[in-house]
């Protein structure tokens, strides 16, 4: 009985752990170049059902109204993406670039006061002591000051390095717009074309994943809609106590920024409690720092247990796909390998796959 279990257990292993290189093998290898379609896909097919809805009830031409809808919505997501992304990159650049000027202007001359009330008090009881420290002094205010101006300059080397990036990616944009048109226009076309050449179990195969595409990505929604509103009422309750205005607005936005993959609330949070604090405001920077981190641990514990519950996977099994994608592949990889995991364990839920006796077999 102990034998059976234990050949069970290692059997289970082995299938899991077949899945979840395939899975990581695909996010490495293909996901990167094939992204473009894939969006281009997932844009496509709503704006495609969306027109032939409209063209039941009102006399449109499809594929015009198809091709209005597409470049519509892909006008949509470039104006909150222009927004969003000039907004963080303006006040990045502009907060890098005066750094060094408040250092100089408040930073300094604040640490001056401090150590200069330090070194009185400290005279009182050990005056050696305190001619040793004010030789030390003008080195440490030194290398802090470097320090500072370095920083800066790393920064808006950051920023100069993203915008050498954008041909690359209008280059994708430009791809994926003309993708889109394509598989929305003729939609029904490439799906019979692509689905004839293959096998019976395979287009069934086929089917079923996108069958299961749609309900998977429907429960990610759910369950990112809810920790965006998690995230939102904790960063709302914080900035209240702390005493910020326009908390509600601020907190919404902040939450927007928690919700995008690789951005997060730290992109705004970091560096406002940053300035805060060296603009001699304590209690605001350490208030700001401290709901950054109830935000982060709050969102790194509920993420895996929220999606899993949705989506019908173990928490932790939800932590290591989220985990194992982000290093694969960034933002995308942490929602492909979860999506991917779950169409295969579906496909594996229907007996179409890793199945003995299901092997797919011919005729087209």
């Known amino acids: 009985m ?13 299938y899991w752990a077949a899945i979840i290189l395939i899975a990581a093998l695909f996010i490495k290898y293909l996901l990167g170049p094939l992204t473009p379609f894939l969006i281009a896909l997932a844009i496509a097919l709503p704006m495609q059902a969306l027109a032939r809805k409209i063209t039941q009830k009102l006399k449109i031409n499809k594929k015009f109204l198809t091709v209005l809808l597409v470049i ?6 470039a104006g909150l993406l222009v927004l969003a992304v000039f907004g963080v990159v303006s006040f990045v650049a502009d907060w890098a670039a005066k750094l060094p000027e408040m250092f ?4 300094q001359p604040w640490a001056t006061e401090v150590v200069n009330d330090a070194l009185n008090k400290l005279e009182r009881y050990n005056p050696e002591l305190r001619a040793t420290v004010e030789e030390a002094l003008p080195g440490v205010m030194s290398t802090f000051s470097g320090a500072v101006m370095n920083f800066s300059v790393t920064v808006l080397g950051w920023i100069s390095a993203i915008g050498a990036g954008l041909p690359n990616f209008f280059l994708a944009t430009v ?11 003729d939609y029904d076309g490439i799906s019979k074309a692509v689905l004839g050449v293959l096998p019976d179990k395979a287009q069934t195969i086929i089917r079923t994943a996108k ?3 749609g309900v998977i990505v429907g429960k990610y929604l759910k369950s990112y809609m809810i920790i965006l509103l998690m995230t ?10 702390i005493g910020v ?9 902040v939450a927007v920024f928690d ?6 609330s730290g992109l705004v949070l970091a560096p406002w409690a940053v300035i805060k604090l060296l603009q001699g405001q304590i209690g605001t920077g350490i208030g700001l720092a401290v709901l950054w981190a109830v935000v982060i641990i709050v969102r790194q514990y509920a993420e895996p247990k929220i999606v899993g519950k949705q989506v019908g996977l173990h928490p932790l099994a939800t932590l290591l796909c989220l985990w194992v994608g982000l290093k694969l592949a960034g933002g995308i990889g942490m929602f492909a390998l979860p999506i991917g995991l779950l169409i295969i364990m579906e496909l594996k839920a229907e007996g179409l796959i890793f199945n003995k006796g299901n092997e797919i077999q011919g005729g087209a």
Not at 72 to 77: A, D, F, G, R
Not at 104 to 107: E, K, M, N, Q, R
Not at 232 to 241: D, E, K, N
Not at 259 to 264: A, C, F, M, T
């Open 259 to 264: 919700i995008l993959p690789i951005v997060g």
């Open 175 to 185: 791809i994926c717009i003309i993708a889109s048109i394509f598989f929305a226009l």
């Open 2 to 14: 102990e034998q059976a279990k234990y050949k069970s257990f290692l059997l289970k292993f082995a």
């Open 245 to 253: 205005d326009n908390a509600l607005v601020i907190a919404l936005l």
């Open 104 to 107: 100089t202007d408040t930073i």
């Open 232 to 241: 939102f009422a904790q960063i709302a309750v914080g900035l209240l106590i």
């Open 211 to 213: 069958r299961a595409l």
């Open 72 to 77: 519509l919505c892909y006008v949509l997501i």
